[in-house]
């Protein structure tokens, strides 16, 4: 087998790899217009290393996402970091965790708070959706385990289904999570007039998981 530091003396292969090893779960499109290479280019050296067995390439929702081979990524990681390149569900995600202290979220909930964010306001955050969406893609992220149904006085909501897991992971990768996080929650605690106990809860929370001017260095 070739050894993989010859397999990257080509300079375009190498950006691919590196964009790829910082970027797990990045899908083609991504990967294209992030290195500004042709399309036809792109897929040979994608392909190439595909056949070196240095990258893996997974379908997921009609998209090709690739991985290093030799990163140490469970299952559940590489679910929510396929979730961190979909705007929709990725949104939904983190507005559930956002609120898990809040013991979750219904999806009214969830519609009400993406619709009423103010334009450009946080991007990260921004969708309008129809209900009927919110919830297929609801659907998909209990599929995989990321979130679940609970019932809390007499609503229906939604929760993560593994917070210790998830904040563990946000450490890990958190090199794809902006910031926009906490602007957004500290936003909506305002808008919303949370009993100020549960807003500690949520502020708690980031505070152990994100660095950010906010709250210092979080050594």
């Keep these: 087998m070739i050894p993989t530091d010859n397999i990257l003396k080509v300079k375009n292969r190498k950006e691919i790899y590196d964009l790829i090893s910082n970027n797990p779960g990045i899908h083609l499109r991504e990967l294209e217009r992030k290195t500004k290479l ?3 280019t792109l897929r040979y050296h994608l ?3 595909e056949k070196k067995e240095i990258i893996l390439c997974e379908k997921h929702d009609g998209y090709n996402r690739y991985f290093i081979k030799k990163q140490q990524i469970s299952k559940f990681e590489k679910n929510l970091l396929k979730i961190m390149h979909e705007e929709i569900p990725r949104t ?3 507005l559930i965790f956002s609120f898990n202290g809040l013991k979750g979220l219904s999806i009214k909930e969830i519609e009400q708070l993406a619709y009423r964010m ?4 946080v991007k990260f955050y921004t969708i309008e959706k129809h209900r009927t969406t919110i919830k297929f893609h609801i659907d998909k992220l209990i599929k995989q385990k990321l979130i679940k149904k609970i019932n809390h006085e ?3 909501k939604y929760v993560i289904e593994d917070i210790a897991e998830v904040c563990d992971f946000f450490v890990k990768y958190n090199q794809l999570l902006p910031y926009d996080i906490i602007d957004f929650s500290l936003f909506k605690v305002n808008e919303i007039d949370i009993p100020e106990k549960l807003v500690d809860n949520i502020l708690d929370m980031l505070k152990k998981v994100f660095p950010h001017p906010y709250f210092g260095d979080n050594k």
């Design 118 to 121: 103010q334009p450009g306001y």
């Design 154 to 156: 007499k609503k229906q």
């Design 47 to 49: 392909r190439y290393m």
């Design 92 to 94: 939904i995600f983190l």
């Design 38 to 40: 042709p399309n036809g």
